[in-house]
């Protein structure tokens, strides 16, 4: 009776074990992630539902594997198709960006990415009609901007969504960053939004060397 039941006892728990290999190694890795190519070796893959979103961290080894997933927030206004964000609407633009720069408050931030440290000089212009719309800069004749040292955690720690930041179309849309949330139920002016400890993890794990990108889509996309 006793080595039946110990045989039991290994048999499910062989069952256990091989369950469990079989879940982490077969992840359903997303059309747009599998899709990307050399030299881009880390993919933040953003799936939004209205104004939430599911985040999840791919690294690319031998092969594309998820090695982190949390929850985001996006703006209050949903999800801009591609071409048609336009500043202050509130929505996040879809699409595929790179990710390389990052700030914060701290003189120092573990992460790979390039890394500032800001002050209240900093600025992040929005105004449509100045010549440095979409660009940080600490000097500006602009009547519109963000100052990237704020009186909150929000850009405790961020890092900048390339997008419109290359051959910039002034109204396009300005300031998008990924950073700190005020909650889970507090979507964004646009930006993608998560937990200070989610983003500690996430921003420790990019690494500018590995070209990272920044994949936003709806939930319903393939």
Request: net charge positive; with cysteine; aromatic share 10%.
């Amino acid at each position: 009776m006793c080595l039946d039941f110990l045989w039991m006892v290994v048999k499910r728990s062989f069952v256990l074990i091989l369950y469990l290999i079989c879940c982490t190694s077969c992840v359903s890795i997303p059309v747009n992630v599998r899709g990307i190519e050399l030299p881009h070796r880390q993919v933040i893959f953003v799936k939004v539902n209205g104004t939430t979103a599911n985040i999840s961290f791919w690294q690319k080894d031998r092969t594309w594997k998820r090695t982190y997933q949390c929850a985001a927030v996006i703006g209050r206004n949903g999800l801009a198709p591609i071409g048609e964000k336009k500043e202050g609407d509130g929505r996040t633009p879809q699409g595929i960006f790179d990710i390389q720069r990052s700030f914060g408050y701290a003189s120092r931030m573990e992460t790979g990415l390039n890394y500032a440290q800001v002050s209240s000089n900093d600025m992040w212009v929005d105004d449509v009609l100045s010549l440095d719309y979409n660009q940080w800069v600490t000097t500006t004749e602009a009547h519109f901007f963000e100052r990237l040292k704020r009186n909150d955690i929000l850009y405790r720690m961020a890092a900048v969504i390339e997008y419109n930041t290359q051959n910039i179309v002034r109204g396009a849309g300005s300031a998008i960053f990924m950073h700190i949330w005020r909650s889970y139920y507090k979507p964004t002016a646009g930006c993608v939004a998560l937990s200070q400890r989610n983003m500690r993890r996430i921003m420790k794990k990019l690494d500018k060397d590995q070209k990272p990108l920044i994949i936003i889509e709806a939930i319903h996309g393939r």
